[in-house]
């Protein structure tokens, strides 16, 4: 399948966007590249697949609690708050792909705080049980397990681990 000119310039507003968000975190959760990675992620994202599937994607009633939590940290991110807004973006993004959800013994009432609670908390609290609606992530994997050097670092023991347990593990048919 062939791109169009208008889908070639969404695919550079979006790999600039993750670039400037990428960025923005490592130099310390920057503001203003945080904000402008996201325009460009958000306007990339429009011209990949035009305006009315965009809005279409956002507006899905199973799609709500990600999408709202997903706009939700790009404002913080606009009023200032970079770090929070960017736990509760990630939260929301990983909902928009791929459900997200816990179980625990009411001991959590901050919903941006469970993303970082995923990787920790089996490790220190074994009564979280979290569940992942893997429908996304597994296919990006597989993908990048089969390029050359990005697939042998994510076959590495403990990133393995992590990268299965974060998106289900699967095996490609070719």
Known sequence: MWLTDGQKIGVALTSFGGLFMLL???????????????????????????????FYFFARKQKLRGTLCFIGGIL????KWPFIGVIVETFGFLNLFGYVYFLAPSLFSFRSLEVVLYFYAPYVMPGLTTYICRDFFPVILTFLRQLPIIGQALSLPYIRDVADRIAGSRTSIV
């Open 24 to 54: 923005g975190i490592i130099l310390f959760f920057d503001g203003a590249l945080l904000a402008l990675g996201n325009i460009l992620f958000l306007s990339g994202v429009t011209l990949i697949i035009g305006p009315s599937k965009t």
């Open 76 to 79: 913080l991110v606009f009023f």
